[in-house]
């Protein structure tokens, strides 16, 4: 089963005075849906755009893996378990919050920020923060969450290349760039596809350049 969820029926939050457009997949904040709380792990695919200078000042997080990808920009992060980092273009930042952790997300650049950032339930809440940047990740090697039980896969396919879509029982599909045709469904920036029970499925990506990332969840 194949649902689509289209990027212009995300709900838009964020402060525009600030600098900060947020757009919002599932209940998230205020905002609360009880047909989008979740799906499998993941409980917030949110796409921020920040102007330059604009950011989150210090805030908490507990019992969340927090997963972001860089689309454009870059993004500066620091936390209160001492990691000061800039995360750009094709790098995976990782922050599992454990019992508590606070950080701060800044666009420090002077050109926009954009990031896609994904929220996942561990199976096991609290325990240690910890944290960790991937640098540069290949299109061939999926990011493990085990925390979550779920493994990332980044595809970056040429026009009208074709790409296996996870045989799993859950795979969440959020189309960074670009255009792909998955079944009878067309897929363009920002739209998000929940699949469940995903066998022999394909993307085709329609033009170039394409993003996409796929969570494979095990349930």
């Known amino acids: 089963m194949i649902f689509v969820r289209r990027s212009a029926d995300r709900f ?10 947020s757009l919002h997949a599932f209940s998230f904040g205020h905002f609360y849906d009880p047909d989008h709380l979740r799906f499998g792990a993941v409980i917030a695919c949110n796409e921020e755009r920040l102007a330059p200078g604009a950011g989150f000042d210090e805030h908490p997080h507990s ?3 927090i997963v972001t990808w860089v689309v454009e920009g870059e993004l500066t992060h620091h936390d209160s378990a001492g990691h000061t980092t800039v995360v750009r273009q094709g790098d995976v930042q990782r922050l599992s919050s454990g019992a508590g952790v606070r950080h701060v997300e800044r666009n420090d ?5 954009v990031f896609v950032q994904m929220w996942l339930a561990p ?11 991937v640098r540069g990740i290949a299109d061939a090697t999926p990011y493990a969450l085990p925390a979550a039980g779920a493994l990332l896969h980044v595809r970056r396919p040429a026009a009208g290349e074709r790409t296996a ?37 394909e993307l085709v990506a329609a033009a170039a350049p394409a993003e996409v990332l796929l969570w494979e969840m095990s349930g």
Request: glycine fraction near 22%; charge should be negative; charged fraction near 25%.
């Open 12 to 21: 838009r939050g964020g402060d525009a005075s600030a600098g900060i457009e």
């Open 123 to 133: 199976r096991d809440p609290g325990g240690e923060p910890s944290y960790e940047v």
């Open 109 to 113: 650049g002077d050109v926009p920020l």
């Open 165 to 201: 879509v996870p045989d799993a029982p859950l795979v969440y599909v959020h189309v960074v760039r670009g255009g792909f045709g998955l079944g009878e469904h067309a897929l363009g920036p920002g739209d998000a596809a929940r699949i469940t029970g995903a066998d022999g499925l």
């Open 63 to 65: 019992h969340t893996e």
